[in-house]
């Protein structure tokens, strides 16, 4: 079965710094999509960036970028010059790739904290 | 594009009575949904997957007796608390597939007094 590891329930950073949230996964699959989700206040599920495990290239979105090492199975988050915005939950998840019916599978959550 | 709306957003219920929230994918047909529980502070919880015009997949431990899902439509997924207690009390996410992404409602917090 497909696991989702974060190991940080919480993280601060100081705002216009850079903070780099960690995730692991387990799978048997070779092909399968990656995901950082951010939940604000709000409870609004946002997605801040996708992974196709196929692409060796690390997806960057503005200020979020991954570091994605498919061997090590591990599936960081970076977001530089960190905003007061960016206070929420990230949750790290797995969908395989083949059935787009498929469920996603979701880590724990790291609650980050933006200090002004 | 590819907003999925829920409602209520939030609805208080007395012990006993049922309760039915909606999911709707506003601007896109979705032959698949997902029921997600969240409780405080925690992860979401896959409660099951609904596809239109057939019963819905229940994850292990989820009753289904309780937590009736209908999927009449390509827009339109329903989540029927039946004879709901206190311990029912949650945030409720659905999320409607569409070209191999997921797209999140905004979630209804049911609170049974």
């Known amino acids: 079965a497909q696991t989702v590891t974060q190991s940080q329930p919480e993280m601060s950073v100081q705002e216009a710094e850079t903070v780099t949230l960690s995730c692991t996964y387990d799978?048997?699959?070779?092909?399968?999509?990656l995901f950082w989700y951010k939940q604000p206040p709000s409870r609004q599920m946002i997605l801040v960036i996708r992974?196709?495990?196929?692409?060796?290239q690390n997806a960057t979105e503005n200020r979020f970028s991954v570091n994605f090492q498919k061997a090590a199975k591990s599936f960081s988050l970076k977001i530089s010059d960190s905003q007061l915005g960016d206070a929420a939950m990230y949750f790290c998840?797995?969908?395989?790739?083949?059935?787009?019916?498929?469920?996603?599978?979701f880590g724990k959550g790291t609650r980050l904290h933006i200090l002004p | 594009g590819a907003v999925v709306s829920q409602h209520p957003s939030w609805v208080i219920c007395k012990s006993g009575t049922s309760v039915k929230i909606e999911c709707r994918s506003l601007?896109?047909?979705?032959?698949?949904m997902f029921w997600y529980r969240q409780f405080p502070k925690q992860s979401l919880m896959l409660m099951a997957t609904?596809?239109?015009?057939?019963?819905?997949?229940?994850e292990q431990g989820v009753e289904k007796d309780k937590f009736l899902i209908n999927h009449a439509s390509l827009t339109l997924s329903t989540l029927t608390v039946t004879s709901a207690h206190p311990e029912d009390s949650s945030f409720y996410i659905c999320?409607?597939?569409?070209?191999?992404?997921?797209?999140f409602g905004p979630g209804t917090r049911l609170t049974v007094t």
């Open positions: 998840a797995y969908r395989r790739y083949y059935s787009r019916d498929d469920k996603i599978i």
């Open positions: 999320s409607a597939h569409y070209y191999y992404e997921q797209y």
């Open positions: 799978t048997s699959e070779s092909d399968y999509y």
């Open positions: 609904s596809n239109e015009g057939s019963k819905a997949t229940y």
């Open positions: 601007d896109f047909q979705a032959t698949t």
């Open positions: 992974q196709e495990a196929y692409k060796q």
